[in-house]
Protein backbone atom coordinates (compact mmCIF):
# COMPACT_ATOMS: atom_id res chain seq x y z
CA UNK A 1 0.00 0.00 0.00
CA UNK A 2 1.25 3.14 -1.30
CA UNK A 3 1.08 5.98 0.94
CA UNK A 4 0.64 8.39 -1.72
CA UNK A 5 -0.80 8.51 -5.25
CA UNK A 6 1.65 8.14 -8.21
CA UNK A 7 1.91 10.55 -10.62
CA UNK A 8 0.58 7.99 -13.22
CA UNK A 9 -2.53 7.90 -11.05
CA UNK A 10 -2.99 11.35 -10.73
CA UNK A 11 -2.75 11.99 -13.87
CA UNK A 12 -5.47 9.14 -14.68
CA UNK A 13 -7.58 11.08 -12.03
CA UNK A 14 -6.82 14.57 -13.45
CA UNK A 15 -8.16 13.47 -17.58
CA UNK A 16 -10.98 11.92 -15.73
CA UNK A 17 -11.85 14.94 -13.96
CA UNK A 18 -11.20 17.52 -16.60
CA UNK A 19 -13.47 14.94 -19.20
CA UNK A 20 -16.14 14.53 -17.01
CA UNK A 21 -16.49 18.22 -16.28
CA UNK A 22 -16.65 18.70 -20.24
CA UNK A 23 -19.55 16.60 -20.62
CA UNK A 24 -20.99 17.61 -17.30
CA UNK A 25 -21.64 14.17 -16.53
CA UNK A 26 -22.63 13.56 -12.57
CA UNK A 27 -22.45 10.36 -10.52
CA UNK A 28 -25.63 9.93 -8.28
CA UNK A 29 -24.74 7.52 -5.11
CA UNK A 30 -27.84 5.82 -4.67
CA UNK A 31 -29.22 6.89 -1.06
CA UNK A 32 -26.67 8.84 -0.69
CA UNK A 33 -24.90 8.46 2.43
CA UNK A 34 -27.45 5.76 3.42
CA UNK A 35 -26.34 3.35 0.13
CA UNK A 36 -28.80 0.52 -1.02
CA UNK A 37 -30.64 -1.14 1.69
CA UNK A 38 -33.79 -1.47 3.80
CA UNK A 39 -35.33 1.30 4.72
CA UNK A 40 -34.89 4.88 2.67
CA UNK A 41 -37.98 5.27 0.30
CA UNK A 42 -35.82 5.03 -3.35
CA UNK A 43 -38.93 6.23 -5.16
CA UNK A 44 -39.29 9.40 -3.24
CA UNK A 45 -35.17 10.10 -3.88
CA UNK A 46 -35.22 9.39 -8.17
CA UNK A 47 -38.48 11.62 -8.18
CA UNK A 48 -35.72 14.45 -6.43
CA UNK A 49 -33.26 14.02 -8.91
CA UNK A 50 -32.96 14.90 -12.65
CA UNK A 51 -30.89 12.33 -14.43
CA UNK A 52 -29.43 12.86 -17.49
CA UNK A 53 -27.70 11.31 -20.38
CA UNK A 54 -24.31 10.29 -19.40
CA UNK A 55 -24.76 10.55 -15.68
CA UNK A 56 -24.31 7.74 -13.65
CA UNK A 57 -25.61 5.69 -11.44
CA UNK A 58 -23.71 4.19 -8.66
CA UNK A 59 -25.21 1.61 -6.03
CA UNK A 60 -23.09 0.51 -2.48
CA UNK A 61 -23.85 -2.21 -0.87
CA UNK A 62 -23.46 -4.44 1.38
CA UNK A 63 -22.99 -8.45 0.74
CA UNK A 64 -26.55 -9.33 1.86
CA UNK A 65 -28.19 -7.32 -1.26
CA UNK A 66 -27.86 -7.39 -5.03
CA UNK A 67 -28.65 -4.51 -7.61
CA UNK A 68 -30.88 -5.86 -10.80
CA UNK A 69 -31.92 -3.85 -13.59
CA UNK A 70 -35.10 -5.24 -14.87
CA UNK A 71 -38.11 -4.38 -17.47
CA UNK A 72 -41.02 -2.22 -16.05
CA UNK A 73 -43.01 -4.63 -15.93
CA UNK A 74 -41.09 -6.82 -13.11
CA UNK A 75 -40.15 -3.56 -11.53
CA UNK A 76 -43.79 -2.60 -10.99
CA UNK A 77 -44.20 -6.61 -9.57
CA UNK A 78 -40.88 -7.32 -7.96
CA UNK A 79 -40.06 -10.00 -10.16
CA UNK A 80 -36.61 -11.24 -9.97
CA UNK A 81 -36.70 -14.00 -12.18
CA UNK A 82 -35.60 -12.07 -15.35
CA UNK A 83 -33.27 -9.32 -14.95
CA UNK A 84 -31.81 -7.40 -17.75
CA UNK A 85 -28.14 -7.70 -15.66
CA UNK A 86 -27.65 -8.57 -11.84
CA UNK A 87 -24.55 -8.03 -9.65
CA UNK A 88 -23.80 -8.48 -6.23
CA UNK A 89 -20.20 -7.25 -6.11
CA UNK A 90 -20.92 -4.35 -3.80
CA UNK A 91 -20.67 -1.38 -5.88
CA UNK A 92 -22.49 -1.40 -9.43
CA UNK A 93 -22.09 1.42 -11.25
CA UNK A 94 -25.07 2.28 -14.20
CA UNK A 95 -24.00 4.85 -16.97
CA UNK A 96 -27.28 6.39 -18.13
CA UNK A 97 -26.40 6.64 -21.73
CA UNK A 98 -30.07 7.16 -23.04
CA UNK A 99 -33.22 9.24 -22.46
CA UNK A 100 -36.09 7.07 -20.49
CA UNK A 101 -36.72 4.98 -17.79
CA UNK A 102 -33.95 2.55 -16.12
CA UNK A 103 -35.71 0.53 -13.44
CA UNK A 104 -33.65 -0.82 -10.42
CA UNK A 105 -34.75 -3.48 -7.87
CA UNK A 106 -33.30 -5.42 -5.50
CA UNK A 107 -33.03 -9.55 -6.10
CA UNK A 108 -33.16 -10.69 -2.58
CA UNK A 109 -36.31 -12.64 -1.88
CA UNK A 110 -38.95 -9.48 -1.11
CA UNK A 111 -36.50 -6.54 -0.30
CA UNK A 112 -37.82 -4.96 -3.79
CA UNK A 113 -41.35 -5.47 -1.92
CA UNK A 114 -39.85 -3.58 1.42
CA UNK A 115 -38.61 -0.62 -1.37
CA UNK A 116 -35.30 -1.49 -2.44
CA UNK A 117 -36.59 -0.12 -5.93
CA UNK A 118 -35.67 2.68 -8.13
CA UNK A 119 -36.63 4.03 -11.23
CA UNK A 120 -34.51 6.58 -12.95
CA UNK A 121 -36.22 9.01 -15.41
CA UNK A 122 -32.94 10.05 -17.60
CA UNK A 123 -33.90 13.04 -19.89
CA UNK A 124 -31.72 14.91 -22.47
C1 LIG B 1 -42.28 7.03 -1.16
O1 LIG B 1 -42.34 8.26 -1.84
C2 LIG B 1 -43.34 8.28 -2.86
C3 LIG B 1 -43.17 9.59 -3.63
O2 LIG B 1 -43.10 10.67 -2.78
C4 LIG B 1 -44.70 8.13 -2.21
O3 LIG B 1 -45.70 8.15 -3.21
C5 LIG B 1 -44.74 6.82 -1.45
O4 LIG B 1 -45.96 6.70 -0.76
C6 LIG B 1 -43.58 6.72 -0.47
N1 LIG B 1 -43.56 5.37 0.08
C7 LIG B 1 -43.49 5.13 1.38
C8 LIG B 1 -43.43 3.70 1.77
O5 LIG B 1 -43.44 6.03 2.20
Do not use: Q
Not at 86 to 115: E, M, Q
Amino acid sequence: MGRSWSGATMAAVAVVMCCMAVVEAYVYTVGESYGWVVGPNYTAWGFSKSFKVGDYLVFDYSSEYSVDEVFENDYNTCNVDHPISSDKSGSTAFNLVAPGPRYFICGVSDLCKKGMKLVANVTT
